[in-house]
């Protein structure tokens, strides 16, 4: 079954600690998305990318990084979290205009 | 740019009762509509959506939404509501060629009450 996945669904972590929020879709979209959402906020893009090797910057900016070296696979690195970091992360991708998203992860940095 | 806004952040309404989700956008160009259901700890679920063609859009567990350009509206309608549409709402666009980012709503908290 076609689906996109999150890893781990949650993280709680000590400030300064170098984390890697994961996303894997098998539905094989080029288009995938990383948006940010605080708790009761709208979602935010932190980060997109149009296929292999593509990223760009989403419109909040974030100290996160993204690499896309396999089309399924698209995952999040913050180097050194802070407390600040603490948020909900969500993953998507896209074939056709529709946005599909992953169950996310809830972020918690001490 | 594009943006959305929701008009209602909270929307408590009893069971078997019809609900309406409001939601209007401000874009320069033709764009296009989603509505997305987000249950408690998970991700977003796709409700509708609205691409091209007709303007009254049917989608899952029976919502619909109508798209008025004129009035730059696309809200959310339920004729009778169960408990299990407890929810948090969220209507988003993306203008036509811009890779289909989107631009959320602040979200609407929907609790349906017996």
């Known amino acids: 079954e076609a689906d996109i996945y999150q890893t781990p669904r949650y993280l709680v972590i000590g400030t300064g600690k170098k984390i890697t929020l994961e996303c894997s879709q098998t539905?094989?979209?080029?288009?995938m998305y990383w948006y940010q959402q605080d708790p009761g906020m709208e979602l935010h893009l932190i980060h997109y990318s149009y296929g292999v090797n593509s990223t760009e910057k989403g419109d909040l900016s974030s100290e996160s990084t993204v690499s896309r070296i396999r089309t399924e696979h698209f995952p999040l690195t913050l180097e050194s979290a802070r407390p600040s970091h603490t948020s909900q992360y969500l993953c998507?991708?896209?074939?056709?205009?529709?946005?599909?998203f992953g169950p996310g992860t809830r972020l918690t940095v001490t | 740019a594009q943006s959305v806004t929701q008009l209602d952040s909270q929307v408590p309404v009893f069971e078997e009762a019809p609900v309406e989700l409001r939601c209007n956008y401000s874009?320069?160009?033709?764009?296009?509509l989603f509505w997305y259901v987000q249950y408690p700890n998970q991700g977003l679920q796709l409700l509708l959506k609205?691409?091209?063609?007709?303007?009254l859009v049917k989608g899952i567990n029976g919502f619909e939404a109508e798209f008025n350009k004129s009035q730059t509206s696309f809200h959310l309608r339920k004729p009778s509501v169960h408990i299990s549409d407890t929810a948090e709402y969220f209507c988003a666009v993306s203008e036509v060629g811009n890779d289909y980012k989107l631009s959320f709503g602040a979200g609407t908290t929907v609790t349906v009450r017996a």
């Open positions: 539905m094989g979209h080029d288009k």
């Open positions: 998507a991708s896209s074939g056709t205009g529709v946005q599909y």
């Open positions: 609205y691409l091209s063609g007709s303007t």
């Open positions: 874009s320069s160009v033709s764009v296009y």
